[in-house]
């Protein structure tokens, strides 16, 4: 009864705060949540909670900047997403879940490098390349829960304004984390734990939302940036040495 209050009260906080990054900048829900719930939730649950609940904020995200999406120039990409759905359901069955937890520890930490130090003005996004990129994410995405700063990277680079990517973004994750849950669903990934974290999860993500739609402008940016870029490296190196001592224990 303790150990589940813990995951409920645990999962709850790791939703809020990865809600208010997602909120803030359109991607990185699992990027910020995933490092604390990886320390008391088993990591193929783990997944399969934060891209259900995460759909919520999605769909929030869409319907704030329905007026500014790119719906023609996201039509391929999310396509291409979806296909990348089964394979990302393929590969979630088959890894062990203590390598998982090393795969999203460590895409977590380089995704926040990455992000900090690369210039996304310097690559040229042909449209292949965004279709094989939106590809590549959606299975990531399905199998690991990580695949934001990526796509990210990717509009960005195409200069579109802030309110533009958030929605566009989201466009993108709500349609192939949509077509992920019914693959949990069919390959029986929706357990009663899942159920439960699922539905605890969905109020404060929806604080976090509105918490960040009210207060974000008003934090100064940079500090922003650097607060929440050590946390969650902190963090995700936390869970990158717990999972690499299970396995070697």
Known sequence: MIDLLNEILITAASLLFGSFVLSSAGFGLGLAAFPFIL???????????????????????????????????MRIPISAGLLGVPVGLFFLDLIDPNVLSIVIAVLIVASVVFTTFFKSESVEITPSLFTLLSFLVGMVTVSTGIGGPLMAMVVVAKDWKRDTIRGSLALYQIFVKGVSVVGYF????????????????????????????????????????????????????????????????
């Open 39 to 73: 320390l008391i939730v088993e990591p193929k649950t783990a997944v399969v909670v934060v891209n259900t609940v995460s759909m919520v904020v999605f769909g929030l995200l869409v319907f704030q900047n329905r007026h500014k999406i790119k719906y023609k120039e």
């Open 186 to 249: 069919a390959t029986q990934r929706f357990d009663s734990d899942v159920f439960t974290l699922t539905a605890v999860g969905v109020f404060p993500t929806v604080i976090g939302f509105l918490f960040a739609s009210a207060f974000v402008t008003r934090i100064q940016e940079g500090l922003y940036r650097k607060l929440i870029r050590a946390i969650i490296i902190t963090a995700g190196m936390t869970v990158l040495v717990k999972a690499v001592l299970q396995i070697a224990w």
